[in-house]
């Protein structure tokens, strides 16, 4: 039986999916964990820090999940609040500084919406990581793991490139608060995602990622092993481009262009 758009949305937040540090502690060596935005606290639902690629350092910024109904409960769930996007811009720009490449893990239903979140500026927060990102001087990648929702995942996509694993999504709203905008009704989350285009099969369609990485073996070493090779492969080609920033906003730029001709 064929897969819907919509079974790919529940596997995508199978608990059981490997989460952030999952991919920090199978691909890279030495991980030091950074804390804080040096604003307001410390957000859980977002992991940084400088890790060895092949031995060279890189910056890791990742949302982490949890597996388990206490660990998802500490981590909000993987939505994090302004702070973890402030923590995340820190430790990009601290990359900056000292020429490290960074890499990104995404794997977030959006960024929390709740009242303290937005008196803390989680908009201005979101919308800063845009700026700043489009314009950062050293090779970014980013990968999207699970869940990309939103703004929330957007915030950490402003890559060179943007890459998805087989069975995740990313997509500006989640298929029940599509159906119960457009409907009025969660129940037809169904017909949502399909309307959504939200597979990875869709966004490379659209160039919105270059790179759809199979799930063979997720989690296990084999994995870890051939998407740390897939890394340090681009991470080398990326080094060797010229003028980056120029570059990356080129490939936003050019985002469904090419799908819009030939619809046209």
């Not at 060596?29 to 890189?58: K, M, S, T």
């Not at 092993?225 to 080094?239: A, G, K």
Request: with cysteine; net charge neutral.
């Amino acid at each position: 039986m064929s897969q819907t758009p919509y079974s790919i949305v529940k596997m995508a937040r199978d608990s059981s999916r490997p989460t952030g540090l999952d991919y920090i502690n199978g691909i890279f060596q030495g991980f030091i964990e950074l804390h804080g935005d040096r604003r307001f606290a410390d957000d859980p639902a977002v992991v940084g820090g400088i890790g060895q690629l092949d031995g060279r350092a890189v910056t890791v910024i990742a949302i982490e999940k949890g597996h388990t109904a206490k660990e998802r409960s500490r981590r909000n769930f993987g939505a994090p609040g302004p702070e973890g996007y402030r923590k995340a811009l820190r430790l990009m720009k601290q990359a900056e500084k000292f020429k490290r490449p960074v890499i990104l893990f995404i794997d977030t239903s959006g960024a929390y919406c709740g009242i303290g979140a937005e008196e803390r500026g989680q908009g201005q927060a979101i919308a800063e990581n845009l700026v700043e990102m489009s314009s950062l001087g050293v090779p970014v990648i980013s990968v999207l793991i699970g869940e990309g929702g939103s703004g929330g995942a957007l915030a950490l996509a402003v890559a060179d490139r943007v890459w998805m694993l087989q069975n995740a999504v990313y997509s500006v709203i989640s298929p029940e608060g599509c159906a119960s905008i457009l409907w009025k009704d969660a129940a037809k989350a169904e017909v949502a995602a399909k309307s959504l285009k939200l597979t990875a099969e869709d966004a490379k369609a659209l160039g919105v990622v270059e790179r759809i990485v199979s799930e063979k073996d997720l989690g296990q070493q084999p994995f870890f092993h051939r998407l740390r090779q897939m890394l340090v492969q681009e991470l080398e080609d990326l080094s060797e481009e010229e003028d980056l920033v120029s570059k990356r906003y080129d490939r936003f730029r050019r985002i469904g262009v090419e799908a819009v001709r030939e619809t046209v």
